[in-house]
């Protein structure tokens, strides 16, 4: 009888043991992934000697190191987001994009001049979500702009902006003026001409065109159409969003924004989940 006591414990400690193994395990494998800086450099100069030609670019984008493959597949859209800047009139492939700057060397004449940086907005064990940051010159005009991406760390697919709200959801939230602007204002469109209603009204507009012209370009599983089931990043999409822990980031272009496009930023709390 004595023995019978002593059993239930040995179990019970055993259950424990496991329980407390198993929570520890999830735990280890729920750690947001640790990002590292990535540079990729191409630089030629022209045979020009009146004024400088030639090609200078030096791009910067995030890796995840375990090595899993996972991670490999998250790896690949992480670098052809950064490289997406480079195909704005087609979409191409990280391995087209270095040839592109091959072939444009080849120009004595040709001038370009780009920097890519990044900010991580959040990294955590289900996404990562990056803005992007491009300075890039031709020798007569300096273009900046900015775009946005939110991938799935464990499948390497991009959230996009459809899979955390709706239009009607948005078009409400944009005529509350629960917004802010992260970029788009200028000297002649500040913060508080931004909210004026009849260009909320526009934004709306410009919004579900952009968004219905685009479905109308896409299958059903909302892939952009193309030959590569690899290019389904469009740089100016207005699908594309950042997330971070307290705001949605939306990118649309809009021909009132500087540069044509804006990001504006959304409180978590004004959006409902379905």
């Known amino acids: 009888m ?7 414990i040995v179990i019970a400690l055993f259950s424990l043991y496991l329980l407390l193994f198993v929570s520890l395990s999830d735990i280890v494998k729920s750690e947001a992934p640790i990002l590292t800086d990535t540079v990729y450099r191409f630089e030629k100069e022209g045979d020009c000697t ?18 899993s493959d996972a991670d490999y597949i998250t790896n690949i859209a992480l670098r052809d987001t950064a490289f997406s800047f480079f195909g704005d009139l087609e979409e191409l492939t990280y391995e087209e994009v270095i040839n592109l700057f091959q072939e444009e060397s080849k120009d004595p004449d040709f001038i370009d001049v780009t920097k890519i940086e990044y900010e991580v907005l959040q990294c955590t064990e289900d996404y990562v979500s990056i803005i992007f940051s491009v300075e890039a010159g031709d020798g007569f005009r300096v273009y900046c702009t900015r775009y946005v ?6 499948t390497g697919q991009y959230i996009h902006l459809q899979d955390v709200t709706d239009m009607e959801q948005l078009a409400q939230i944009l005529t509350d003026n629960h917004f802010e602007v992260v970029a788009g204002t200028y000297f002649e469109l500040h ?5 004026e209603p009849e ?4 934004y709306i507009a410009d919004f579900e065109n952009e968004i219905n012209e685009r479905d ?6 909302g892939v952009i159409k193309c030959s590569d089931t690899h290019r ?3 740089l100016y999409s207005c699908k594309n969003i950042g997330m971070d822990e307290d705001y949605l980031y939306i990118y649309f272009r ?13 409180p978590w709390k004004y959006i409902k989940a379905d």
């Open 232 to 234: 389904h990043y469009y």
């Open 216 to 221: 109308m370009n896409q299958p059903d599983d």
């Open 191 to 195: 913060e508080e001409d931004v909210h």
């Open 199 to 202: 260009y909320i009204t526009q």
């Open 149 to 154: 991406a939110t991938i799935d760390v464990k």
């Open 50 to 67: 009146d004024r400088w030609r030639g090609i200078s670019i030096e791009i910067h984008y995030p890796q995840i190191q375990s090595g």
């Open 254 to 266: 809009d021909s009132l924004a500087f540069e044509g496009y804006f990001i504006f930023k959304i």
């Open 2 to 8: 004595k023995k019978f006591p002593y059993g239930i």
